[in-house]
């Protein structure tokens, strides 16, 4: 690759290590959320950007669209197992838009948001000059919960348990078995999980790129390595559809769009199988070790017992 | 124009209208930030988004884009007399862009975010699949200032004196003249008249839109209408070289993007020629009134003591 060219995770690594820190920023950028002193207490923030072509199609409606912006916000909201307050949206319109479908767009993400408790308290709109695809931007304000700090991708500690909600991959499998538009983000479940689990919750971050990349985001996090195990990865019937039995795994660590939580609980600790009002699966999927040495693969995954290669599994899109 | 067709100020009643409260928001969409309440103190919040070909031009630079991305929303803050702790940004780039621009990009936003106090602690980045033009969508937080409670655009009275800080119009000037991105947001000047005015700086907001609009906007909200007198209306020499020292009147009135702040004052109250560190000039540029009869326009605009129309002046867009 040539030196012009662009690598969003060179960006975001300038952007990790030329950002100026502020005594009342907790947590800066390089998180699911970032942190910041307010009044006395914790304040939690995130942004998420929604593009036609990356994130939908034209084909998508409204009402899908509007929806999965809120959503995947809340899903980083889950991942510090925080409570939503309020929500902020941007919409920029194709010059095509009618007024009724504006109107379906506004009040999915309103509707949406109020669902979580994250009443839409303002953003802008505009219409594009050009030609130009529908952009929305949401950003997220939340709150800790009562005695509960948030929890961050930095905290694991060698030996820890790596665990997942629910089942992985086919999220965005073209038959409409896929879930990138209909996934439920796992707030009660994170609730429930940093109440059941106090201080032995070391770790937690949503899977929006896909396991194989972001486990090794909350590996290097805690600077440990991610040892995952193949044969115990859950996967979705759509995944299983889209790659085969014998192949589903690895739709589970590169298809992406799960906003499933992995979570790391501390080693030793008895984990019950469900979790949440709706109890919804939980799956040991592998642990975190020290790095054998230094630079080694932030994740190992094991197949057959033999190390595979999943580097190229998964979107190299992440947060800033 | 058909039913079907885009009308943004329809867009926004339409949200104004249906976007539900809650206890913990104390000003929802319509202001220049919403204020909620958060760990017993107020928390401030809006965000902006900026598109090539709206809000600037494919020639701009980097440095500029991203300069104005914030600026644009500290001048949200100061219209409010708040203090800005954070922001996140979301950056939507071509296909185009090479990795020194955008880094770039993002180091303009980050130093500029930082001089007014309020670091980069988060957001998302992404490419476009397609063509798409850039796209910045900034948030910004804020906290009041100690002891001045953030001052709204619906709280001016009957009778209060109009006044804008610096002078208005050319800001677009494509001889270099304007001022649309080197403008700096009046910050030091919102804090000094909210500590000089107390109770008496009844209502606030900044004028992005062009005073037309954007003063019809304070009326509204305050349930009122504006009188301005064009006479008294302190324009910039980009203005006067653009418009003719006889229209320049109108270009104070339509170009918009001034930045600058338009505030009621207590009826009464003698005022300052200058105000803040830098001492900017302050000129009255008319009152507020009862409305003569319901649904009377929300500004009248008196130009050789005859009322004139200017309701097709300014930019039709605003935030949430």
């Known amino acids: 690759m040539s030196e012009n060219q662009f690598a969003e995770d060179a960006l975001l690594a300038h952007i990790h290590a030329s950002v100026p820190g502020a005594a009342h920023v907790l947590v800066g950028p390089g998180d699911d959320m970032a942190v910041i002193k307010v009044h006395g207490g914790h304040l939690l923030a995130a942004k998420d950007v929604l593009v036609e072509g990356r994130h939908f199609l034209a084909s998508a409606s409204m009402a899908q669209i509007g929806r999965k912006a809120v959503t995947r916000n809340i899903s980083d909201v889950a991942a510090m197992a925080a ?30 948001a109020a669902r979580f408790g994250a009443p839409l308290i303002g953003g802008d709109t505009c219409l594009h000059v050009g030609n130009g695809p529908l952009t929305l931007c949401v950003t997220v304000l939340a709150e800790p919960l009562e005695g509960v700090k948030p929890i961050l991708r930095g905290g694991a500690r060698a030996g820890d348990q790596l665990f997942v909600t629910g089942a992985l991959g086919g999220s965005l499998a073209k038959d409409g078995g896929g879930h990138h538009f209909t996934f439920e983000p796992r707030l009660a479940e994170s609730h429930a999980l940093a109440r059941l689990l106090g201080a032995n919750l070391h770790a937690m971050m949503d899977l929006s790129d896909g396991l194989a990349r972001d486990g090794s985001r909350l590996a290097e996090a805690s600077a440990l390595q991610a040892v995952i195990i193949a044969e115990q990865l859950p996967c979705t019937p759509a995944c299983v559809q889209a790659h085969t039995q014998a192949k589903a795994w690895q739709g589970a660590l590169g298809d992406g769009e799960d906003y499933e939580l992995l979570f790391a609980v501390a080693a030793g600790v008895q984990m019950p199988s469900t979790i949440g009002p709706n109890n919804t699966p939980i799956t040991c999927i592998g642990s975190l070790q020290a790095l054998p040495f230094p630079n080694d693969t932030a994740l190992l995954c094991l197949h057959n017992h033999q190390s595979v290669d999943v580097s190229k599994l998964g979107h190299w899109h992440d947060s800033i």
Chains 1, 2 share one sequence.
């Open 83 to 112: 409570r939503p307050v309020a929500i902020l949206a941007a919409c920029v319109l194709p010059r095509s838009i009618t007024q009724a479908r504006a109107q379906e767009l506004v009040d999915a993400i309103s509707h949406t």
